[in-house]
């Protein structure tokens, strides 16, 4: 009498051979993510470059500047290292998410959000960052409403702001609301 090999013995029909090689295939697609967070890295390090130019400009026009030129020169600081860190956000919770694990072991200084930061997580991140960047817009705009900013940018750039703000509080509401359903909290009675 013939034994019947078990089923995980049993070669895979030809049909679920090929469905077994797309999933592989859709499966390691995600590597082609990768070059696109190296190209972020780079435009990091390029990002640097600005801030190194903007930096001297700034130390070398200092003494002699005004309170308000000061200001805008420290924001223009602030937003270009805000920029930096919405690239590392990206980067790195892009990484973790959609290609693969970054294995933080010896690395003691490894900030611990980094490998918690889900989806969702990182569009609220995401979010918050431009607000900040839209913001210091606004403010450096108004900083420099001597300087001639007609009425009508100015408008612009608080009413783009304020779309920000509010794509941010309706992304952060559905994420919420997405959240209670899912944790049971939110039932059908209501």
């Known amino acids: 009498m013939t034994k019947k090999p078990a089923p995980s013995q049993q070669p895979a029909s030809y049909p679920k051979r090929i469905e077994l090689m797309f999933e592989s295939v859709l499966f390691n697609s995600r590597w082609l993510m990768a070059p696109f967070y190296l190209g972020l890295v780079i435009s990091l390090a390029v990002l640097l470059l600005k801030f190194v130019a903007i930096l001297i400009e700034f130390i070398l026009h200092a003494y002699g500047a005004k309170e308000s ?34 294995h933080t072991e010896g690395h003691p200084d490894w900030p611990e ?5 889900d989806f969702a997580g990182l569009k609220q991140k ?4 431009i607000v900040a960047i839209s913001a210091i817009q606004v403010l ?7 300087g001639g900013y007609d009425n009508q ?18 992304l952060a509401l559905s994420d919420r609301i997405s959240d209670d359903k899912h944790d049971g909290r939110h039932s059908d009675e209501d």
Request: charged residues 10%; aromatic residues 12%.
């Open 69 to 102: 030129d000061i200001i805008l020169g420290v924001l223009s600081l602030i937003d270009i290292a805000l920029t930096g860190n919405l690239i590392l956000i990206v980067v790195f919770s892009g990484y973790e998410n959609f290609v693969s694990r970054i």
């Open 140 to 146: 450096k705009a108004f900083m420099n409403i001597d």
């Open 153 to 170: 940018k100015l408008g612009w750039l608080v009413g783009i702001h304020l779309v920000f703000v509010a794509s941010a509080f309706v």
């Open 113 to 117: 959000w980094m490998a918690k930061i």
């Open 126 to 129: 995401l979010m918050a960052s």
